[in-house]
């Protein structure tokens, strides 16, 4: 385009922007500038032949491989806009506010130059800024053709992230600080997960008229959201905590109003004194402790934002909310005498104490100089961002530490004490899954002859010090902990399977210990006297979680006796994720190329006009066989190979469309009981592992056809539609729902399949089709509560819950009668 349509659209005599001049300095520069126009977007340039190639992208860049987002080219724009910044003037084109967003350099990551690659519409580009790191592709949607519209597409590198990205929440402190003074309200979403206000470190204690002063809380700063009764707890990092603290949450319904409330969640022992520790492992009705969540603010009340109120005038509020609540106490404070709490915190063994301004009003995702947390020693938390390679073991030296610097990252020093040699080995374990071959620091790091390996910055540690020296580095650090609940992922394992995430155990399964010898991409289980192949047994498969196939065949190892009587005999379509839940999956119906102990059956397909073999899974080594494909969720048929035309039960799928509650889902499932019981039958409930409810009628082996067990399905969904006409419909065209929640009854078909009883489903918290007592199925039943780390534990307490599916049978006519009498 040159700069031809650039200069044709302004007038320079009216607006500041640079003019229209080539440059060619070809430097491989790039900018990210946020313009604030009629419609606010952000514009993409890249230095190229002394222009700057540009796109417009209207929600912004994101650092989320599942993101793909629009970008619209538009006209070369001259190099000195690079460092544009300012408002274009009212009546010119393109007026409003520019800011520089993000800015650095870029590379290609592959050997074809850029102008050809621009011209095929597929740009690979490796970006080296503060925020935008890594490797993209910029791809036009339609190539070949004239239309201007592209997309920008992060790829899967240690720089991507799988949390929800937002480029409006990475701005620079001032531009969030001066928008939400305009209209504070904006800041707060009941759809997304907010981001707290955070402290800065204070030097030393002090009195002041015009703080405030609380006790510091060694714990998870968690928000809460309470709406109409709906309660969801997150840290700061949007990971969930409702399953793991599920008192706290059920406790937090009882509050009658809409609120969102800022604490600190803590275990303390029978002198009120926090134990971090036990709070990581924290285990309902075991660990030895109480829960105390302490709230200190409020963002939100019943339809408003109180944000843009003072810290006093929100505190006031919280009083009322939070009365008669065991488990949820008002954080409360004293006037201006900072030094008389302080020394009471430490005498009684406290960090310290938090000071802030009174007329602080709250911005989220913000660090302001208007709270701050004064500690008895000098400790915070700082990214690993690598460690020292030593000869003498396989351990580390020290570690790497940096911290984040007006969106820079910044070197602070190694740390080299503070850890045993135990810990060091979790430590490495969790480290290793993070390497990375170049430095994050965009400056020289002198390490003094050591060997670095780096790290992509994602995990948080505390660290206690004396005080920074001149240059910004940190004087006698000692390591204290890791803080995996405050890191940049929502799970970590190690190479071994262990998982170090606070939400779940840290119980190694013996029966994993038994079978698997894992020294390479090529391993084996033995099962039974047959070796199973397994392979890249560390492949990350739930990102969210950090679950990897290892969990998966660990999970499976130890339900195997469970989940085989629903599998044995039945054929199986296979739903293969090979690179886990973010990665591509595919179904697969014929099997071929199998070691020659498994066993397939063969049926005539007329849609594919042949006969495809299916995989019937027999056995334990089967069945781990088949998660080591990537087989997370599991289909098997209704009927089994012996008789084949006859399924052994008819199903109800409860699915919800996108605007239902779970708890509507449950009204449903409850009218499918009374339902059943007018019949005088029998029906077995369980989740799906996603969104809804299926609920099993057992048949009874040879007594029914596919078609009948259809029937009588549709007869049952249109008895329960009759109870609940304004929830439930048997309307087969989505758009025709009316936000009703389908009855599917057509799964009751010949080789139609639905989630085995126990299966695993790809799901973002790995969550388990779990079968459910009739009891459990009512308000507050919480729908992600089991997943591949808690459902062992549930089977073994309750047992297997479907057992009579495969046992029962039912007189399909009586039960008609019983309906219709």
Sequence with gaps: MALETYKAKRDFNKTNEPKGVINKDHRNRFVVQRHAASHLHYDLRLEHKGVLKSWAIPKGPSMNPDDKRLAIHTEDHPVSYLFFEGTIPKGNYGAGIMSIWDAGTFTLYTDTPFEEQYEKGDLKLTLKGSKLKGQFALVKTNRGSKQNQWLLIKKNDPFATHLIYDAEAYRSPDQVKQAASKKRETTISRNT???????????????????????????????????????????????????????????????????????????????????FSKLQNYTPHQTNGTLRYYVFDLLYLNGHATTSLTLLDRKSLLPDLLESLEHTYYCDHIDGMGITLYNKALDEGL??????????????????????????????????????????????GSLLLGTLKEDTLTYVGNCGTGYSTKKQQEILDILKRFTVEESPFSEKINLKGRTPQWVAPTIYCEVSFTEYTKNGLLRHPVFKRLRLDKSEIEGITDGKGKNHFPNETNDQPAKQQKYVTATSN???????????????????????????????????LQISETIIPYLKNRPQNLHRHPNGIKGESFYQKDTEHLPDWMETVHYHSKSANKDIAYLVCQNEATLLYMANLGCIELNPWHSQITTIDHPDYTILDLDPSPTNTFEEVIEVAQAVKT?????????????????????????GKRHYTYSEARDFAKLLGY???????????????????????????????????????????????????????WDEVKPGLIMNAHTIKTLPERLQKMGDLFEPVLSEKIDMESAIDCLHS
């Design 193 to 275: 997960h907010i981001k707290p206000m955070l402290a800065t470190t204070g030097s030393s204690i002090f009195n002041d008229p015009g703080y405030i002063f609380e006790l510091k809380w060694d714990g998870y700063r968690l928000l809460s959201n309470i709406n109409k009764g709906k309660v969801e707890i997150y840290s700061r990092n949007g990971i969930v905590y409702n399953t793991k603290f599920q008192e706290i949450a059920q406790e937090l319904q009882e509050i009658p109003h809409d609120c969102i409330l800022d604490g600190e969640l803590v275990v303390v022992d029978a002198n009120g004194k926090p134990d």
């Design 351 to 396: 960090e310290g104490v938090m000071a802030k301004q009174k007329e602080s009003t709250y911005t989220p995702n913000y660090r302001t100089e208007q709270w701050l947390k004064i500690k008895h020693t000098h400790t915070d938390e700082f990214l690993i961002c690598g460690f020292t390679i030593t000869k003498k073991d396989s351990l580390f």
């Design 719 to 773: 008895f329960v539609m009759e109870r609940v006409p304004t929830l439930a419909t048997m309307e087969r065209t989505k758009t025709k729902r009316n936000g009703k929640i389908y009855i599917d009854c057509l799964q009751n078909r010949r080789g139609q399949t639905i989630a085995s009883p126990y299966c695993v489903r790809p799901v973002p918290d790995a969550c388990v089709s779990t079968p459910l007592l």
């Design 675 to 699: 339902v059943l019981d007018s019949a005088k039958i029998n029906g077995y409930v369980k989740t799906s592992g996603s969104k809804g409810l299926h609920i099993y009628v057992p048949l």
């Design 522 to 556: 090529a391993n084996t289980l033995e099962v039974n006297g047959i070796s199973v192949p397994i392979s890249n047994l560390e492949k990350i498969y739930w990102p969210k979680m950090g679950y990897t196939k290892y969990d998966l065949i660990d999970y499976y």
